[in-house]
């Protein structure tokens, strides 16, 4: 998925994708992902095909309780970034700033030893 898009897992819309299938690229949720033992993310039919060429495949249900809170994270992100009238607004934390004071520490320390 890439950088803003928020999708819903193909299998179901109710819930927030993680992750596209590497093959087909559909997007699924913590219930509908499988992972082969080198990482690859496959949906059902495309794990289903692996399997029967030999790929050991793990089923969601060992790894979903794991994702559920990046679920629950990514709905509550979807949540807190939609305005009312449906528009996208980034809203900054203090993580945010944080990383924005230690970038400028960083930069003027540079911009100090190198003069």
Known sequence: MSGWDTLNC????DRIALERCEVCGKPL???CLYYTDDGQRLCKDHADEARSMGVQIEEPAAYADQLIGAQIGAIRKHKRGEQADGEKLYKGNS???VSLIGLLTGV?????AAA
């Open 29 to 31: 949720c913590a219930y």
């Open 10 to 13: 193909t299998n179901h819309p």
């Open 95 to 97: 993580n945010d700033l």
């Open 108 to 112: 003027i320390s540079v911009g100090r």
